[in-house]
């Protein structure tokens, strides 16, 4: 496929998934979901940890979309990512806790803006902004916010799923012809990327003691 007929598709797609996300999910509740992602914390809430083999760094989830983070979680529930660890902690979660977790971890969600597409952008990033956005976040909560995220962990995930290890089968699409310059481009552009204010850029999860 052409790099124009590719950006076609990626927008037709994004207008059908948008027709079909937001049905029958449950409301998530960030009170329980407070209590029930205790043990998720020792990652998840660590500036700068790492996931040991191999080693790249663990996603930050403060910022990204709730709905999105719930699919991530039915992903490594069901395998279709292959992660072990993230498999064994999603594993015996029902709907429920998964909307209230995601709900409590996601915290407020970072907004679209209508920024322009930035004049650094590599060239591969033209199909991407179509689901990611021009400034790297969701255009629709089932996509992932990318700005701010750890380029290493971007690039990692980009990586699976190109070697199948991430079976989604719309990014299974988009980073079919990418090659690997284009990939460590893509995450680093994202990984720098800040939309507006420095503190709207995805961030490690800080916790109130109450
Ligand atoms: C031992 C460290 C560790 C613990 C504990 C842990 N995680 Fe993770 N988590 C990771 C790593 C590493 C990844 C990246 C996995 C991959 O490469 O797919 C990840 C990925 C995720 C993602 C996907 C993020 C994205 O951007 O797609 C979500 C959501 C998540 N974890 C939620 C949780 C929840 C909820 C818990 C607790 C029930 C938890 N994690 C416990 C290390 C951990
Ligand atoms: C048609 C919409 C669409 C397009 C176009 C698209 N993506 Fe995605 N992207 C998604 C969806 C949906 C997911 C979540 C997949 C999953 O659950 O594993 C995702 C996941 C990702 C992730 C994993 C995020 C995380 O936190 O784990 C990265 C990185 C990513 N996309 C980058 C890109 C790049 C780079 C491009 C362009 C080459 C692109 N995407 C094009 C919809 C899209």
């Known amino acids: 496929m052409s790099l124009a007929s590719r950006i076609t598709t990626a927008f037709a797609l994004a207008a059908v ?3 079909t996300v937001g049905v029958a999910r449950a409301d998530g509740d960030a009170e329980r979901g407070k209590h029930l992602a205790y043990t998720c914390l020792g990652c998840h ?10 080693t790249y760094p663990v996603p930050k989830l403060r910022g990204q979309h709730a709905e999105y983070l719930e699919a991530a979680l039915r992903g490594y529930q069901s395998g279709e990512r292959s992660h072990a660890t993230m498999h ?12 209230d977790i995601a709900a409590y971890l996601g915290g407020d969600a970072i907004q679209p ?5 930035a004049p650094n952008a590599p060239a591969a990033a033209a199909v991407c902004v179509a689901c990611h956005g021009n400034d790297g976040v969701g255009v629709l909560p089932a ?15 980009l990586a699976e799923y190109q070697s199948g290890a991430r079976k989604n089968p719309i990014m ?4 079919s012809t990418l090659s690997a310059e284009d990939i460590k481009a893509l995450a680093e552009y994202y990984g720098k990327m800040k939309p507006g204010l420095e503190t709207v850029e995805l961030r490690h999860s800080r916790f109130s003691s109450r």
């Not at 064994?88 to 909307?99: F, G, W």
């Not at 996509?143 to 995930?157: C, I, M, N, S």
């Open 143 to 157: 996509y992932p916010t990318l700005t701010g995220q750890h380029a290493g962990y971007l690039e990692r995930a």
């Open 17 to 19: 998934i948008a027709g």
């Open 45 to 54: 809430a660590i500036e700068n940890y790492k996931n040991v083999y191999p």
């Open 172 to 175: 299974v699409g988009f980073v």
């Open 113 to 117: 803006t209508d920024k322009p597409v």
């Open 88 to 99: 064994a902690h999603a594993a015996s979660l029902s709907d429920q806790e998964i909307a």
